[in-house]
Structure formats: C-alpha cells, structure tokens
Antibody, heavy 121, light 112 residues
C-alpha cells in the first residue's frame, strides 16, 4: 500500500525551531514529488511547495519562500519541513502529499493525516 | 489571497445535481495548466477527486465529474448524497507565481 505517514502533533514556543517529517512507503520514494500544504485554523488549503527526493529539486510558493525549508532523505524515504524561528501565526495543520505522477504540476494523490503544529507561549 | 475563486457555499437536496465553479485567469487555468479537485470531509485530510481536468482516480464514484473551459473549471456532483457534505477545493498552477501551485478559495457543499 502506498502511503505517507506524519507525526500527529507538535507543540512549540515562539522563537523555537521545528522540523516535521513525512515518511513514504510502498513506492519508489526518490521518484515522486512530495508536496506540503498548510491549513490554518478554520481556513482553506495553501500550496507551500514541492520537493523531488531523488535530486532535492525544490519549488516554493512565493508566499512561503524564505519562511520554511523543505528537504528530503531519499535513502530514509523521508521528507521534511523545517522552521528556524516559529511564530504564533505558524499554528496550523501541515499536510504532506505525494504527487500522482512524475510531472511537477500533477495532483496531490496520496495524503498524510497531517501534523498539527501549535505555537504558543 | 488565492488567484482561484470559488463560491463559498452551494447546497442541494439528495439526488440533485450541484456544480462548483473555479474561476482563474490567463496565467493559470487559461494557460492550460491542469485543474485538480479535492474533497475534504470534516476533520479529515483532503482526498483527490479529479485530476487533469476531468479524470477520476480509482475508487471515486462517477457521480463526480470535472470540466474546463477558458479561464474557468467546474466540478459537478450528480445524485447528491448525504456523505458528499464536505469542503471542495480546486487546484492548479500559475505562471505569475513562478510556476508554483495554488488552491482555490474552497466551497462548502451542504446537503439539505
């Protein structure tokens, strides 16, 4: 079964760093783009960016460029989303999802359950 | 703010047909980027409903269909069922955003 698995929740204080993971299984991890999607409380979906684990080619939305860092370990079958200094406004659910095919403009097909990130003092 | 605009809500009685529009521009849908549609049930992760404008992944009922024309796309749900009550999002890519992806504003479907 093709799946991507994320941790359920993280609680952090403003100014702290965070790296959340997305582990793929059941398919050739290096050969499919992985994307990240933000959903703030009570709001819609936001496209953050995608990464190709095979060569770490990364595409960011202009809204998130410089705010987060995407990375991937193709041998550990895991993608990551990282913050160096969290803000309260980073509180959201973060979904990772594998794209359906090889093209970078394909649909998000296999979704993780989401990581709830809470940033509060 | 999103560059893809959807109506905030649509509603219909069981068995009826509803459509959700997704209005873009010449830099996204009008530039012939594919449009994808997702369903998000309350408290759940999104689920792919339609990819490449009008294709259904395996397991998605044929009650769901997609279409695209010009700078807009639409999702149609025929034979509306209670379990279709959810949020629906379109998604495409945009050349004015350095080719990055973008989601629509989202539409809440209510089954009366």
């Amino acid at each position: 079964e093709v799946q991507v698995v994320q941790p359920g929740a993280e609680v952090k204080k403003p100014g702290e760093s965070l790296k959340i993971s997305c582990k793929g299984s059941g398919y050739s991890f290096p050969n499919y783009w992985i994307g990240w999607v933000r959903q703030m409380p009570g709001k819609g979906l936001e496209w953050m960016g995608i990464i190709f684990p095979g060569d770490s080619d990364t595409r960011y939305s202009p809204s998130f460029e410089g705010q987060v860092t995407m990375s991937a370990d193709q041998f550990g079958n895991t993608a990551y989303l990282q913050w160096t200094s969290l803000k309260a406004t980073d509180t959201a659910i973060y979904y990772c999802a594998r794209l359906r095919g090889e093209a970078s403009d394909d649909a998000f097909h296999v979704w993780g359950q989401g990581t709830v990130v809470t940033v509060s003092s | 703010h999103s560059v893809l605009t959807q109506p905030p809500s649509v509603s219909g009685a069981p068995g009826q047909r509803v459509t959700i529009s997704c209005t873009g521009s010449s830099s996204n849908i009008g530039a012939d980027y594919d449009v994808h549609w997702y369903q998000q049930l309350p408290g759940a992760a999104p689920k792919l409903l339609i990819y490449g404008d009008n294709n259904r992944p395996s397991g998605v009922p044929d009650r769901f269909s997609g279409s695209k024309s010009g700078t807009s796309a639409s999702l149609a749900i025929t034979g509306l069922q209670a379990e279709d009550e959810a949020d629906y999002y379109c998604q495409s890519y945009d050349s004015s955003l350095s080719g990055s992806g973008v989601f629509g504003t989202g539409t809440k479907v209510t089954v009366l």
